[in-house]
DNA sequence: GTAGTACCTTGAGTTAACTCTAGATCAAGC
DNA sequence: GCTTGATCTAGAGTTAACTCAAGGTACTAC
């Protein structure tokens, strides 16, 4: 069977707007319809939300996120390119991972920092 | 001495409008001026700068830097505020850094598929 | 003292990514 | 067959965080 886009909405947490959004602009592939129009979501079409987040929630821009898609759609041919970007995502990533803990390190110098001014006032 | 505005945007990567858009909005606190009015920019504005900037990129919203920067201003009898706010900022950035390694793993996940099926396609 | 560059303010414009509205059609239960 | 709630499209509106423009003042070097 399938989906409505309601059913969709609900277990993936992005609103039916988001979704009519998101196939409109070609972030995600376009959704089969019922005779009269209704989008019937696929599982399929699920797991390419939820890779999609995947990568909206590791910082890629919406216009690359298209470009991945569309390599997508376009078939098997695609792959050797579509490994290429989700590499350099990957190595994004980790960047993003190293600058993340840093600033754990800077956020803690602080706190430290503020403790110890507590404690000398309390002296 | 001090610098200029312009020293402080070219030392920080950020431009003179985010400058003093930061500081119209209380994003950081104010800087002090010269007889005509030109900004002139401490050692410690620059070091606020710094960890505005640290607070901006682990995810903190203009609203809540604020808030902080508001804290900062009122003096020490808010350091302990202050700590709670920093603490659970880097509870943030670390769920952020557990959330990003398990996508890094989706994308490896991925990236392997792929592979495979390159693979299975030269056979 | 003037040319050129950096700085000032106020307020409007931009961008990305949604989010909502209006007006119409569709589906399910009584 | 009628009501109620879900879905449809096109296009306008919103929000956060800048970014720029216009019109004016200040500083530096000749």
Redesign the pocket.
């Known amino acids: 069977m399938g989906y409505?886009?309601?059913?969709i909405?609900e277990t993936t947490g992005l609103?039916?707007?988001?979704l009519?959004?998101?196939e409109?602009e070609g972030?995600m592939p376009s959704v089969k319809?019922?005779?009269?129009?209704?989008?019937i979501y696929e599982k399929t079409d699920l797991e390419v939300l939820q890779f999609i987040r995947c990568l909206?929630e590791t910082g890629m821009?919406?216009?690359d996120i298209k470009k991945f898609v569309n390599l997508l759609v376009q078939g098997d041919h695609t792959i050797e390119n579509r490994i290429d970007l989700l590499q350099k995502q990957k190595e994004n990533v980790q960047s993003q991972v190293n600058q993340l803990m840093s600033y754990i390190q800077m956020l803690d110098g602080k706190v430290q920092l503020y403790k110890t001014i507590l404690a000398n006032k309390n002296e």
């Open positions: 409505t886009i309601g059913e909405a609103s039916i707007h988001t009519r959004y998101y409109k972030i319809r019922n005779n009269s129009g209704i989008r909206k821009p919406v216009i």
